[in-house]
């Protein structure tokens, strides 16, 4: 069993994240950092930089998780080849396949503005206007 990370490191890691987040500028993965399989320290640095945000002003809108996926890659996987079939499509070997929102879909109203992060993949965003 992987030792408990502290809540120095969380710390440590969370505001290395958001440095990166808030400058543009990536980092290395926090993987490399984390006890392997230790998804409560993950989502504890997730949870430290919710509330530096929540801090800040930022509000969130909706919240969700994808501990489902994690915990059963396959059956997600099966869901996803069937709603293809379903839909007159195919999953193909070499086919990347993303999660779906863990969220129901939220209305934008104007002056909104939107970013998403994927670690490995990339960021991207938007706003919307009138």
């Not at 984390?34 to 997730?46: E, N, S």
């Not at 929540?54 to 099966?78: D, H, N, Q, Y």
Request: aromatic residues 4%; proline residues 4%.
């Amino acid at each position: 069993m992987a030792k408990p990370i502290s809540a120095t490191k969380i710390a440590a890691l969370a505001k290395r994240l958001r440095t990166a987040i808030e400058t543009g500028n990536g980092c290395k993965p926090l993987r490399n950092d984390l006890p392997a399989v230790d998804l409560d320290a993950a989502y504890a640095v997730q949870e430290t930089n919710t509330k530096h945000w929540l801090k800040a002003g930022r509000r969130p809108v909706e919240i969700g998780s994808t501990a489902a996926i994690l915990c059963r890659p396959a059956r997600s996987l099966a869901d996803a080849a069937r709603f293809a079939a379903e839909t007159g499509d195919t999953l193909e070997a070499g086919f990347v396949v993303l999660a779906s929102g863990a969220t129901a879909a939220v209305a934008l109203e104007v002056d909104t503005a939107v970013r998403v992060e994927v670690e490995g993949l990339g960021a991207t965003g938007f706003s919307v206007t009138a």
